[in-house]
């Protein structure tokens, strides 16, 4: 039974762990000649022509794998068997006759590390996968492969990957499912909603024209008392052109009396 500790040890930069033995589960720690021999020791493996996206029954695998038709002596990656012991690069013999190990991954120490590619498929076609199980005992141990990718899958909202940035135009007409909106763009999208205000009264004019540079008519206008209860007032409210909004007093406001907020 492992012993519980609720504190850190601390060796002071000075002593060392010693006789750790090689690990056998991903929790444990290595040693630093185990890690330099991981580091060095990537296995590559001969490229497999397809591989799985699902269970195969080894026994009798059928005609395909991935789309691609096998003919005999194809070598193929399981990497997604229900039983995970089962998993490896093997020999495709027949549709009905049982794959076979690959005479150079049919041994744990040969799938150590081992990295493959793949040739052919309509979903693993150009990937890569690597055997991240350690200390492996063919035919109990589960084996894991995890994609060794050299390029980066295309972004989406499952997976992440590499993305494109979208255009203005892209983002004006809500057109792309797969870019990714920058601030800038966004900040410029054509339907966004804009707003401006301004203080508006000098005691002295009863007409103020108010530039929005909104580039349309289609704006709306309040103008609210700047003080008190800062409730709305009415005011006659033209739109001289697509940039500018003019407000008319029948007295003059006194300064910075009210405020007008312009909003497209």
């Known amino acids: 039974?492992?012993?519980?500790?609720?504190s850190d040890l601390d060796f002071l930069n000075t002593t060392k762990i010693v006789n750790l033995p090689d690990p056998t589960d991903p929790q444990h720690p290595v040693t630093k000649a185990y890690a330099d021999a991981i580091s060095q020791a990537i296995s590559w493996k001969d490229n497999v022509r397809a591989a799985s996206t699902a269970n195969v029954n080894i026994a009798?695998?059928?005609?395909s794998l991935d789309g691609v038709t096998l003919v005999s002596g194809d070598r193929i990656l399981l990497?997604?068997?229900?039983?995970?012991?089962q998993n490896g690069i093997y020999i495709w013999n027949s549709d009905v006759t049982p794959a076979t190990r690959a005479l150079d991954a049919?041994?744990?120490?040969?799938?150590?590390?081992?990295?493959?590619?793949?040739d052919e498929g309509t979903a693993n076609a150009d990937?890569?996968?690597?055997?991240?199980?350690v200390a492996i005992t063919i035919g109990s141990t589960s084996i894991s492969f995890v994609s060794f990718q050299t390029s980066v899958p295309?972004?989406?909202?499952t997976t992440a990957g590499v993305a494109e940035l979208a255009t203005q135009g892209e983002v004006d007409g809500l057109a792309a499912t797969d870019k990714i909106i920058t601030p800038e763009t966004l900040g410029n999208w054509s339907g966004r909603a804009k707003k401006i205000a301004f203080a508006v009264g000098d005691a002295s004019a009863t007409q103020f024209d108010l530039s929005h540079n909104?580039?349309?008519?289609d704006v709306t206008v309040e103008v609210y008392r700047n003080s008190g209860n800062y409730d709305s007032i009415l005011c006659e409210v033209g739109r001289l052109d697509?940039?500018?909004?003019?407000?008319?007093?029948?007295?003059?406001?006194?300064?910075?009396?009210?405020?007008?907020?312009i909003q497209a």
Request: charged share 15%.
């Open 106 to 118: 049919d041994l744990g120490s040969e799938l150590l590390m081992a990295v493959v590619g793949v």
């Open 214 to 217: 909104f580039n349309t008519r």
């Open 242 to 261: 697509v940039n500018t909004v003019r407000l008319n007093f029948t007295s003059a406001p006194a300064s910075n009396a009210f405020r007008c907020v």
């Open 79 to 85: 990497k997604d068997q229900s039983t995970a012991s």
């Open 154 to 157: 295309a972004a989406s909202t």
């Open 127 to 133: 990937t890569m996968w690597r055997c991240d199980t």
């Open 60 to 63: 009798s695998p059928g005609a």
């Open 1 to 6: 039974m492992a012993k519980q500790v609720h």
